[in-house]
């Protein structure tokens, strides 16, 4: 079974450019969850949708972060314009469920972010 | 914002020995998850706890969800060298958003053969 997919793996860019990031999650799964990890703040919820909707993006850090899900097998997170303090790795994770008592995630590999 | 509290935040022991860590907050919560990563991949599930005082086994690995429903604990028994990683505790709060998994710092974990 394939898991969730994630693209690019790395990705080097400048200060100020814009950033794609995208995730395929498991199919069937109806939850969608985007994490940023560093050192520093270690593993972080920035959003999540259900169903292709944004329930919760009080983690999104500032209006340069957006994330939209066109469809059921489709996310994107883009970040414009990227800052160095962005630089890190980003984790796209699904969820079978969405009930009370089920709430197992799992992840993609991430794109490691870097900023210059 | 909410914490757990993860330890130890590293571990160095010898092949074969048994390990504990564990999670604990001043709050409840409603699911307790263990995750491995592995350097440069994402973090896999290892067990899923939902109800107070369970305990669930995944081969080796052992895992509880404390009475208070405030605290967590994992076991790997016997421990090998591919049991090198960091482990994360997450939970649910209760009364929270059930998509909001609160994840702790980790515990790295170095197994000497």
């Known amino acids: 079974d394939a898991g969730v997919i994630q693209s690019p793996r790395h990705e080097v860019t400048e200060m100020g450019q814009e950033v794609t990031l995208r995730c395929k999650p498991i199919s069937g799964h109806n939850s969608l969850f985007w994490y940023r990890q560093t050192m520093m703040r270690g593993l972080e919820l920035l959003i999540y949708?259900?169903?292709?909707?944004?329930?919760?993006d009080s983690g999104m850090p500032e209006d340069r972060f957006s994330a939209k899900m066109p469809n059921a097998s489709f996310s994107t997170l883009k970040i414009q314009p990227s800052e160095p303090r962005d630089s890190a790795v980003y984790f796209c994770?699904?969820?079978?469920?969405?009930?009370?008592?089920?709430?197992?995630?799992?992840f993609g590999p991430g794109t490691r972010l870097t900023v210059l | 914002g909410q914490q757990l509290n993860q330890s130890p935040q590293s571990m160095f022991i010898q092949e074969g020995e048994d390990v504990s860590m564990n999670c604990t907050s001043s709050s409840i919560f409603n699911t307790w998850l263990w995750y491995k990563q592995d350097p440069g991949e994402g973090p896999v599930l290892l067990i899923a706890l939902y109800k107070a005082g369970e305990l669930t086994s995944n081969g080796r690995l052992t895992a509880q969800f404390g009475i208070t429903r405030k605290d967590s604990f994992l076991n790997i028994s016997a421990s090998i060298p591919s049991d090198v990683g960091i482990y994360f505790c997450a939970g649910i709060l209760y009364g929270g958003s059930q998509g909001n998994l609160i994840f702790g710092k980790g515990t790295k974990l170095s197994v000497k053969p």
């Open positions: 994770a699904s969820s079978p469920d969405y009930d009370p008592g089920y709430n197992e995630q799992f």
């Open positions: 949708f259900n169903n292709n909707v944004p329930i919760d």
